[in-house]
T-cell receptor, first 117, second 116 residues
């Protein structure tokens, strides 16, 4: 079974703190993703990465950065946390797409519920 | 551009009655379509997927969905609801032949409540 592990289930931080959310997957997947989930808005893509040291902005990258130094690990960084970043954060991974076929099933971690006070 | 619309934000059924969660999509390419489920305080789990094979797709836990191209719909159904089906369900579309990394576009979710 694919396992995507997020390091914290619940996190409470103060405004202005630097926050690291860690995600590790054990299936050697090339693609990794960070989403935030808010009631009534569904999941919105923050950043994704399709290779080590590669990153691409998603739909809502402002206020976030990411790091992918190793294939299995994808970190989301809030440089200076703000109250509007209080949310559920979900990490996902997927294998690389093959030409002419979508191998784009994403496997999700359990989520990190972040509160910024 | 792709998009997905879940027509109901909340559906309530009685245990043992049928479930219908509605989803419409828009896609320029032949789409891949998915339904994911999220139980309270859990991550998302794949229920089923459509990738241009059979139009009626069977998933886990007795759920199925039918791809109807003429209606651009991918509704999720189950003949008989169980209490454990209470969760939030997400309809998802992805491009199959586009140039992206197969990114997913999520609907806003439908919360399913099951009454005893």
């Amino acid at each position: 079974d694919v396992k995507v592990t997020q390091s914290s289930r619940y996190l409470v931080k103060r405004t202005g703190e630097k926050v690291f959310l860690e995600c590790v997957q054990d299936m050697d997947h090339e693609n990794m993703f960070w989403y935030r989930q808010d009631p009534g808005l569904g999941l919105r893509l923050i950043y994704f990465s399709y290779d080590v040291k590669m990153k691409e902005k998603g739909d809502i990258p402002e206020g976030y950065s990411v790091s992918r130094e190793k294939k299995e690990r994808f970190s989301l960084i809030l440089e200076s946390a703000s109250t509007n970043q209080t949310s559920m954060y979900l990490c996902a991974s997927s294998p690389i797409r093959l030409a002419g076929m979508a191998k784009n099933i994403q496997y999700f971690g359990a989520g990190t519920r972040l509160s910024v006070l | 551009a792709q998009s997905v619309t879940q027509l109901d934000s909340h559906v309530s059924v009685s245990e043992g009655t049928p479930v219908l969660l509605r989803c419409n999509y828009s896609s320029s390419y032949s789409p891949s379509l998915f339904w994911y489920v999220q139980h309270p305080n859990k991550g998302l789990q794949l229920l089923l997927k459509y990738t241009s094979a059979a139009t009626l797709v069977k998933g886990i836990n007795g759920f199925e969905a039918e791809f109807k191209k003429s209606e651009t719909s991918f509704h999720l159904t189950k003949p008989s609801a169980h209490m454990s089906d209470a969760a939030e369900y997400f309809c998802v579309v992805s491009d199959q032949y586009g140039g992206s990394q197969g990114n997913l576009i999520f609907g806003k979710g439908t919360k399913l409540s099951v009454k005893p």
